[in-house]
C-alpha cells in the first residue's frame, strides 16, 4: 500500500520529509528510549539529510544504519557511509550513533553472521526507513533478475544479505525485504521527472522480482509513503 506526495521543490520535499522523520523519532524515542532509522544512499537524499541534521532530537538515543552499502573502503566517493558522515552526522545529529554495515575487509560467512546478530539486537524492527529506487526499479540493494533476489525478497530471509549484482559496480550487503518491511514508517525518497516514469511502472505491474520495489508498494502490511518532487 502507498500514498504520494508531490512537492513543487526539492527544498519543500526536504524539509517537510524532515519534520515528519523528526516527530517519528521522538515519538520512537518518548515511548521506548531509543530509535532506530535506516537510509538509503545516493545524491537524492542529501538536502534531505542536511536538513534533518539540524533538528533538535534525542540524537544519543537515535541509531542511524543504510539499507544496503557498497564494500568498498569507507573514505571512497562511492561509499554510502562516507555520504551519512558528510552529510547527515554533521550539526545536531553528531551526537547520533551509526550502525557499521561494513566493519573491515573481512567479508566472511562469519562476519555477516556476527551482522545479522547485532542488527537484530540492535535496530530491528527499524522506526523509519527511508528508501530510494533506481531507474531499474532496485531499492536497497535488491537488484532485479540477481542471483540472490529470491533470498533477497524471501518472507524468512536473513536481516543482511551479500549481493554481487550483475548490472552495477561492487559487491554490496543489503537488509532483505523481510527485515526492511518490519519497518513501523516507510518513506521512498525519490526526484525526478524520469524516477516519476519508473515509479509509474513499477505500480502498473506484479513480478516484484523485475522491480524489487514493487514488494513494498504491494505488500498489504507496509504503508509506504512516496516523496516526489521534480
Not at 54 to 60: G, H, P, S, T, V
Request: charged share 20%; with cysteine.
Amino acid at each position: 500500500m502507498y500514498k504520494i506526495n508531490e512537492f513543487e521543490a526539492r527544498e519543500l520535499l526536504d524539509e517537510s520529509l524532515a519534520d515528519n522523520v523528526a516527530a517519528l523519532l521522538t515519538a520512537a524515542v518518548e515511548s521506548k528510549g531509543k530509535a532506530s532509522i535506516a537510509v538509503s544512499g545516493g545524491s537524492t537524499p542529501k538536502g534531505f539529510f542536511q536538513a534533518l541534521s539540524k533538528k533538535k532530537l534525542a540524537w544519543k538515543s537515535i541509531t542511524i544504519t543504510l539499507a544496503d552499502e557498497r564494500w568498498v573502503d569507507i573514505k571512497s566517493s562511492d561509499s554510502n557511509t562516507k555520504l551519512v558522515h558528510e552529510n547527515l552526522l554533521q550539526n545536531e545529529a553528531a551526537n547520533a550513533n551509526f550502525f557499521h554495515l561494513k566493519q573491515g575487509e573481512d567479508f566472511s560467512k562469519d562476519t555477516l553472521a556476527d551482522l545479522n546478530l547485532a542488527a537484530n539486537q540492535q535496530l530491528l524492527p527499524l522506526d523509519v526507513l527511508i528508501l530510494g529506487m533506481g531507474e531499474d526499479g532496485h531499492t536497497a540493494s535488491l537488484f532485479p533478475c540477481s542471483d540472490e533476489i529470491t533470498q533477497c525478497l524471501a518472507d524468512d530471509s536473513d536481516a543482511l544479505i551479500k549481493v554481487t549484482p550483475k548490472t552495477a559496480p561492487y559487491q554490496r550487503i543489503s537488509f532483505s525485504f523481510a527485515a526492511l518491511a518490519q519497518s513501523k514508517n516507510t518513506f521512498l525518497h525519490i526526484s525526478g521527472a524520469s524516477k516519476k516514469q519508473v515509479l509509474a511502472a513499477a505500480i502498473a505491474g506484479q513480478e516484484s522480482r523485475e522491480m524489487p520495489i514493487r514488494a513494498f508498494l504491494q505488500a498489504p502490511d507496509v504503508n509506504t509513503q512516496i516523496y516526489w518532487a521534480l
